[in-house]
C-alpha cells in the first residue's frame, strides 16, 4: 500500500522560505510523477508543481522562479523549496504520486506565512 508523509510546514513571515518533504512507502517511487498541490480555505485544491519520473518539473505561474520542486529517489523522498514567500501562499500543502490510474495523496502539510 502506497503511503505519502509529508512534512516541513510550519509559520512563516513574508519573504522567508520553507522545504516541504515528502516521503513515499509500499512501492518504487522512482516510478512515480510527484507533484505538490495547495488548498486554501474556501477554495478548490490547485496545482504548485510536478516532476516527473525523469526530472522534468512543471510550476503553477504563480509560483515560478520561487518554488523549486526536487526529488531524491534514493531517499524515496519529494522536495518542495518555497522562497519569498506571500501571504497568498498560505494552504494546506499536498503531496501526490501519480502512476497511469492510480493516484495517491498525502495528508497535507500547513504553510502559514504571516504579513
Known amino acids: 500500500q502506497v503511503q505519502l508523509v509529508e512534512s516541513g510546514g510550519g509559520l512563516v513571515q513574508a519573504g522567508g522560505s520553507l522545504r516541504l518533504s515528502c516521503a513515499l512507502s509500499g512501492s518504487i517511487f522512482r516510478i512515480y510523477a510527484m507533484g505538490w498541490y495547495r488548498q486554501a ?13 525523469g526530472a522534468s518539473t512543471n510550476y503553477a505561474n504563480s509560483v ?3 518554488f ?11 522536495y518542495l523549496q518555497m522562497n519569498s514567500l506571500k ?13 497511469s490510474r492510480y493516484n495517491y495523496w498525502g495528508q497535507g502539510t500547513q504553510v502559514t506565512v504571516s504579513s
Do not use: F, H, M
Not at 523549486?68 to 519529494?78: E, G, H, L, Q
Open 41 to 53: 480555505p474556501g477554495t478548490q485544491r490547485e496545482l504548485v508543481a510536478t516532476i516527473s519520473s
Open 64 to 66: 515560478k522562479d520561487r
Open 68 to 78: 523549486t520542486i526536487s526529488r531524491d529517489n534514493a531517499k524515496n523522498t519529494v
Open 87 to 99: 501571504p497568498e501562499d498560505t494552504a494546506v500543502y499536498y503531496c501526490n504520486a501519480a502512476l
